[in-house]
């Protein structure tokens, strides 16, 4: 795709780069929302309810009088998390079991593999309303949902790149040397393995950011008065005629960053493993 | 065949009763009392006794599951506690509104993705293979939930042609208030999942023409559109119909989003329902379904797949 492209010297995709620029920039957004927002993100100001876009208010105010780019400002670093944390709770468990079914097969590597596929018995989605319909909701239980919900893709993956590995002469050698279990995989393995996973971890971020925000939406995410992008958009609809941007400025922030997101991940998946373009989604 | 056939079932048996008893430990083993979690935190001691008595919470846990799970397979899921109605025919007759979003979608994610995935790798590089790879790119990112604000803005706030929520019966409405209602659901339903099979049928498409059984067939002289027809299409279309697959999982999650937004009384909206209130025999009997359609969708897929492509019978290995 890319290769035709004039690249600079590091041959990173063009992709890659804007995407990578773009996250960036709306990560550090996120960080400095609470010192450039220009007002309090949840300070009612019931003179100024439903307000259209202005120059004291750029995106707007809501039903309350919130200003809409300050909350969407302070909204940013709950995507964010959803994604990163999501992501990084999946990998701690996922690589581990992948790792350990592929290492020990037999009996060990059933029980993982038949857990594994129990938990995809479910779509996605639904998984999460399931975990989280029972609980409180908040934040955290909701990266903890969706990283758990996205386990097992992290442990086929982790399983099959590692069975891959387990042939190879490296290991062989490691073996005879008598090395243990916990130095192959640990020492042997996962440094090889690291490609594939880095080009599934940083697409999966884009789907962990889709369905935590989805299932905020839904109102099993961050409660009110938490400004998240998702929640923002669900509590808007009653405005949707008379105040569309309430929900437009939350929706927009958000496709921009799922983008920007993906285009890291395909970039990525471009420059480490071409073989596999063209899948994702899930 | 046979073989294959038997061993699917058995394998969709064993998930269906693992999801049983998975379900039920989520919903009774967590931290706190599910009577408490009905009544709400404000509930007299009395009334959290009295509950718990009727349904049965103060037996052991397997005795409970027991009687859940003997109840299903008789095809008695409970009584719903919000709605005070047996939860079967509640859970059913949603679950066919669903099954009308679902199906329709999924032929129009088949025939338009195929379509336009056969029109990209057929005109690699020309302005519209441009403009559909440039849409693919775009319509997979953008969430389901943000798609359905937008098309209520548009078709049912501003240009009023459609109506923004609700659900009409056939029976009630005839066939176009009926139609009404579905439009705006469905391509909501549809734009991702398009994006996506198109993309993956352009690629394995690609492949195709790039292989040299499609080079051997034009060696012999055959007109392009046979060689495309007879010997690229079909290989190419096994990895569509993976992707389709796949995809169910994402249109089933998808019609959860869709039904709470456009107010549609299907089974994902019963399901968002069945948690807001703390509505258990429906939250438990409502994702049983969900697993067994969800099951059978993916078995259907396997055998079109083993159907089409003989080699998979033969390893086993899916």
Redesign the interface.
Known sequence: MSATVATPAHRLPRTLVTGLLVVGAIALLAALGPWIAPYDPDAFDMRARLQPPSAAHWFGTDEFGRDVLSRVLSGAHHSILMGVGATAISLAIGVPLGLIAAFRRGWTEEVVMRCI??MI??????LG???????EPGLWKTILAVGLVYVPIMTRISRAVALDLLSEDFVEAARARGEGAYHILVREILPNAWPPLIVETALRI?FAI??G??LS????GPQPPASEW?LM??E??PF??EA?WI??AP?LS??LL??AV?TVGEGLRDLLDPRL??RG?? | MGAFLLRRFASLAFVLWAMTVLVFAIVHILPGSVAHMILGEYATDAAIAALEERLGLNDPLYVQYWRWFSGILAGDFGTSLTMDRPAGPLIFEALGRSAVLASIAIVLVAAIGIALGIHSATHVGTASDRALTLGQYFFIAVPEFFWCILVILFFAVWLGWLPATGYTPLAEGGLLGWAKHLILPVSTLVLGLIAHVSRLTRSSMLEAIESRYVLAARAKGLPERTVLRRHALPNALLPAITVIAVDIGILIGGIVVVESVFAYPGLGRMLVYAIENQDLPLLMGGMIVVTAVYALANLAADILYAVLNPRIRVGGAV
């Not at chain 1, 309303?129 to 609980?135: K, P, R, S």
């Not at chain 1, 939406?217 to 099993?220: I, K, P, R, T, W």
Request: charged content about 5%.
């Open positions: 596929d129990l018995s479910l779509p996605p989605v639904l309303l399931l975990i989280l319909a029972v609980t884009t889709l369905l925000s989805a939406f839904l109102g099993l998702g958009i669900a808007s609809r949707i005629a569309p929900g437009l929706g958000l496709c799922l983008i993906n373009r063209g989604h899930g």
